[in-house]
């Protein structure tokens, strides 16, 4: 009997699994966004030391404190240890909004794009469509992909900042963290976006009581370190060794990251928990069913001579047939349905679903074993009974 | 080629003593020959032919199929003496709906080992033999209830078995049906098979070797068919 009769003969138990499997396949998504998302600013803060000035300032993104200044970057830079330090300047995009440090507010970032970005893990931004930011780019702009998919915005199109237009010359990849909200651009407009939205700065500046360069205006520093260093080590070297910065130890403010982030991890085990029971539920109940249907024809091959084991052997092949089937096509739904959702969403420059291959591959194993066995525990209860008795039953 | 002595076969009752639906049956039935069961519905025919053909355990009593004693086997070794020893022939065809008649009829070598082109072309030679050919990709809701019978019968004999069991073969056949499978066993008595068949018709005991007639949870002998073959 080929694989494909199996299959049509099993078409509602094929569906029935595939409805399970796709609500764990979505509420799984749904997780996955919300990792990715999590990790994404777990990797970003562990990949680099993140310096500030000491005081209160702008405090913006995963910097929180006063002026920097051109001073501290050298005293930086010539810390034992340090392979780099790139001076940053971040802002909210729109400061009417709340500064709390999170990693959904959209946020103007200006790089020094003299140096290479010393983060170990993001070493570039991952451009999708356009290009990168180079050294002397004034006025051009990067923008992550939700901010640009919010605004309908392409490689070519203009943004207005601060009354200057810019030219978006690329759009980064989907990276479901901080920067798909980010706009990228050199730090001298950075600086100059600063002072325009800044009304006690540009006082300061202009009294020509504070001696302040324009290379003194940065909000912080990504400081790289050399190979074999201890990051958190030399963390705490710069917040020894320069005085007057606010230096952020990598395990802790990943620490800080997580369990600001604690809620999500509960209501991520709390998803996952329930998808497995209740898609595991349907799934299992699916199967065994399927199984409990057919005691008569299970009565009539063992009238014919099938040992327990060939019984076995074959209902184990037609329910891991059945439950491959059904867990592709559950994956298929959920994915349409999911792709369908975020298409939606993407307007407002949001993406609910992750579908990672971990996910789907995970799902598929899960459906697969559990169907498997579903149909050996219902086989089992099937043999115990004598094939009269089955005959009987499934009359 | 098939004998059975004190066979005791009990049901558990819903309240009070266990019911001894078979109760110390002897029979013996030689290779050639025909026997006929007649009786009542629920006397306990079908129950007779599920213990003779290992389909039921017996409380108690020996059953020796092929010479091998099989009442006291395992359950796999039962499955594999069944498919060895028996072929089967039920009243209610007991096809399996989501095979073809050609696969239905295959399915009884799957478990002996008896697979590949020479069973397909033994149950082709089979299914033409009995003017179902042509209806060997058509899945039994397909079929009349002659032809599923006829497929059934086909099913039962494919590993030429030692021992056939019918119950109540014609039950659901008209005339005509009937009389073609009613010959059919015979024709498997005659060349060399036990063949044992329990039924109410009174025309199923034409040419039968052995009569019987189920009373009260015992086998009493009948009177022989009178055109029967000499035993």
């Known amino acids: ?395 | 080629m098939l004998e059975a002595r004190g066979l005791v076969k009990a049901y558990p009752a819903p309240a009070g003593a266990p019911i001894r639906a078979r109760d110390g049956v002897d029979l013996s039935v030689a290779a050639g020959r025909l026997a006929v069961v007649l009786g009542p519905s629920g006397c306990g025919k079908s129950t007779l032919l599920n213990v003779l053909g290992l389909l039921e355990d017996p409380d108690a009593g020996d059953l020796v199929v092929g010479g091998e004693r099989v009442s006291g086997l395992g359950r796999s070794a039962r499955s594999r003496a069944r498919g060895r020893y028996v072929g089967f022939v039920f009243q209610s065809f007991l096809l399996l709906p989501s095979l073809s008649a050609l696969d239905n009829v295959l399915l009884a070598g799957r478990y002996v080992g008896r697979t590949g082109p020479e069973a397909r072309r033994r149950a082709r030679e089979l299914l033409a033999q009995f003017g179902v050919l042509e209806r060997e990709h058509h899945h039994p809701p397909q079929l009349s209830g002659g032809e599923q019978q006829r497929v059934a019968f086909c099913r039962a004999v494919l590993n030429d078995p030692p021992v056939l069991l019918a119950d109540e073969p014609t039950g659901n056949l008209d005339d005509a049906n009937g009389r073609v499978i009613l010959e059919a066993l015979r024709a498997r008595a005659q060349a060399g098979a036990a063949v044992i068949v329990v039924s109410h018709r009174a025309d199923a005991v034409l040419g039968a070797d052995a009569v019987y007639r189920m009373r009260q949870g015992r086998l009493e002998p009948g009177p022989p068919d009178p055109g029967g073959r000499a035993r």
């Open chain 1, 1 to 395: 009997m080929s694989i494909a009769r199996v299959l049509r003969g099993y078409a509602f138990t094929i569906a029935g699994i595939a409805i399970g499997v796709a609500g764990i396949v979505a509420l799984g998504a749904m997780a996955e966004r919300i990792v990715r998302f999590i990790e994404g600013g777990d990797r970003f803060v562990l990949g680099q030391i993140s310096v500030a000035g000491a005081g209160m300032g702008m405090g913006t993104g995963f910097t929180a404190g006063g002026l920097l200044p051109s001073a501290g970057l050298r005293a930086i830079a010539a810390v034992p240890g340090v392979a780099g330090v790139q001076a940053q300047v971040m802002l909210p995009l729109n400061p009417s909004t709340s500064q709390f440090m999170t990693l959904t507010q959209e946020l103007v970032l200006g790089l020094d794009l003299s140096v290479d970005t010393p983060n170990r893990y993001y070493p570039r931004l991952p451009v999708g469509e356009g290009r990168a930011l180079r050294p002397g780019d004034r006025r051009v702009a990067l923008v992550g992909s939700a901010f640009a998919a919010s605004r309908g915005l392409r490689a070519g199109d203009r943004l207005p900042l601060e009354g200057e237009a810019y030219e978006i010359v690329g759009v980064l990849e989907r990276t479901l963290t901080a920067p798909d909200r980010f706009v990228v651009v050199s730090i001298e407009d950075a600086r100059e976006q600063w002072i325009a939205k800044d009304r006690l700065l540009r006082t300061v500046l202009a009294s020509g009581g504070a001696a302040l360069t324009a290379a003194d205006l940065n909000t912080g520093a990504a400081v790289g370190w050399r190979d074999g260093e201890d990051p958190d080590a030399l963390a705490r070297r710069i917040a020894e060794r320069v005085p007057g910065v606010n230096v952020q130890i990598p395990s802790e403010l990943s620490r800080l990251l997580r369990s600001s982030t604690a809620f999500f991890s509960a209501l991520l085990v709390g998803i996952g928990v329930l998808a497995l029971v209740i898609g595991g539920l349907s799934l299992a109940n699916t199967v065994a069913a399927a199984v409990f249907e057919r005691i008569r024809d299970f009565g009539v091959k063992r009238a014919l001579g099938a040992t327990d084991l060939q019984l076995g052997g074959e209902v184990l092949v037609e329910a891991l047939a059945v439950t491959l089937a059904g867990g592709a096509a559950g994956m298929a739904l959920a994915v349409l349905l999911g792709l369908a959702v975020d298409g939606w969403a993407a307007r407002t420059g949001q993406q609910l679903f992750f579908f990672s291959g971990r996910l789907l591959g995970g799902a598929l194993a899960f459906s697969v074993l559990l169907g498997a066995a579903a149909a050996v525990y219902a086989t089992l209860r099937v043999v115990r009974l004598s094939p009269a008795e089955a005959i009987r039953r499934g009359a």
